[in-house]
């Protein structure tokens, strides 16, 4: 008889973004022509870079031609695409071989494929709050989970403990949800660490390309310097493996690309590229003629509207000033994190009710983010000033009855 993963049995109920969902449809029934406006999702909203949009059709017109038609493509990815990779992080000045560049579905395929290398006795270690795939992805495979935690005292940065033994940790900067971001130094720590401990550090930089500009550069010195790749970090080579995806920064939540780095040094790169030519027959060949056109023609594009999720999250953060609001992001990372100061999904029912606005509540990011709520600036300009004209007032009538209303976290 087959027997199935028990592990499934393990992972929590609460799927965050289905519990989401589920209290705004069942606010919807109750009041059906109510104007809910979200702050809440983690997906782009702006359309595709036109020419991102061409380089696709032209790629789809060159696969109807004899001469033009591409089959199973390598494993690892097409060259064109990986080189405008390679020269990417060389804007950077990062030095990459073409060899440590795989080409994925995603980051969030990575994240959870990767695993496939590694022992089911490695001990994971994992920041929160953060991203809920990685906690997931290892409860499924059954592995043991070490948090490190984040709080206001450590600005939700968590630096690596003084003892105890890891074997596969996760870093997540820009991070997801909290908006905050490594500096270069701050990484050191934990390149060290994962040296120390045999350690692999398997690196999320989904939102990299949002990192302000004006605080990346090596002429920046590293306590100031925000990073946007692991590898920024010397020794990373030996420890590191690097995530990253064309989702947040390109549009590309509904198109699907996203590249590893896995260095020529570790056993982990021949691994993965077995790994992926078992269990992958490559990503589309246009697909990847579109994310070969994000980081080329289309790169202009792409930081205008990584500008414009900046503008917005400027705009919300002028708003918690203004009202003295606890905060954290909205810089580097299109997502500004701030205090409610109760707990977070009833802060969450709340201003659904009272603001017709949808968050995410922070502790469903890990428990160390109970108290605190996410909100995107992946919207529209006009929807964002909208929904910040709402909470303003919300805030400050919620501030007078919080008291009465609900139980105060410290
Ligand atoms: C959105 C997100 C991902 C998912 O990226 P895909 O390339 O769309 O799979 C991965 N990591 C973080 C931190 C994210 O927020």
């Not at 097409?78 to 994925?104: C, Q, S």
Request: glycine letters at 8%; a neutral charge.
């Amino acid at each position: 008889m087959k027997k199935l993963n028990k592990n499934f049995g393990k992972l929590s109920e609460e799927y965050l973004f289905a519990e989401v969902a589920k209290r705004v449809a069942a606010y919807k029934v109750e009041f059906p022509q109510s104007d809910v406006i979200s702050l809440g999702v983690g997906d782009v909203t702006q359309p595709l870079s036109s020419k991102v949009a061409d380089a696709g059709r032209e790629a789809a017109t060159e696969m109807s031609t004899r001469v033009g038609f591409h089959g199973y493509g390598p494993y690892d990815g097409y060259p064109f695409l990986k080189n405008a990779i390679v020269d990417y992080y060389k804007l950077r000045n990062i030095k990459i071989d073409l060899d440590e560049v795989f080409v994925t579905e995603g980051a969030k395929d990575g994240i959870g494929n990767i695993l496939d290398l590694f022992d089911e006795n490695d001990v994971v270690m994992i920041p929160d709050p953060v991203y809920p795939a990685y906690v997931d992805a290892n409860v499924m495979a059954g592995r043991k989970i070490v948090y490190a935690e984040g709080s206001r005292e450590n600005g939700f940065l968590p630096m690596p403990p003084q003892k105890g033994k890891v074997d596969i940790i996760y870093l997540c900067s820009p991070n997801n949800p909290t908006g905050t971001a490594y500096t270069v130094e701050q990484l050191k720590a934990w390149v060290a660490f994962a040296l120390d401990n045999e350690a692999v550090i398997l690196y999320d930089a989904a939102y990299e390309a949002f990192v302000d500009e004006s605080k990346t550069g090596a002429d920046i010195e590293p306590s100031k310097r925000i990073a946007r790749s692991i590898f920024e970090v010397a020794g990373a080579r030996d420890c590191a493996v690097e995530i990253c995806s064309f989702s947040k920064m390109a549009g590309f939540t509904g198109v699907r690309c996203g590249w590893t780095v896995i260095p020529m040094i570790s056993p982990l790169n021949r691994m993965w590229l077995r790994r992926q030519a078992i269990k992958s027959n490559g990503i589309s060949y246009i697909v990847q003629r579109m994310a070969e056109s994000a980081l080329r023609g289309g790169y202009d594009d792409i930081k205008r509207t990584i500008k414009q999720y900046r503008a917005n999250a400027q705009l919300i953060t002028s708003v918690f000033d203004r009202l003295g609001i606890q905060y954290k992001g909205g810089v580097d990372a299109p997502y500004v994190w701030f205090w409610c100061g109760i707990d977070s999904w009833e802060f969450f029912d709340y201003m659904l009710k009272k603001a017709r606005l949808i968050c995410t509540p922070g502790s469903g990011f890990g428990k160390s983010g109970n108290g605190w709520i996410r909100l995107t600036a992946f919207n529209t300009p006009n929807k964002t000033l909208e929904a910040m004209d709402r909470f303003e007032p919300f805030w400050k009538d919620f501030v007078e009855v919080k008291s009465k209303l609900f139980t105060i976290l410290k």
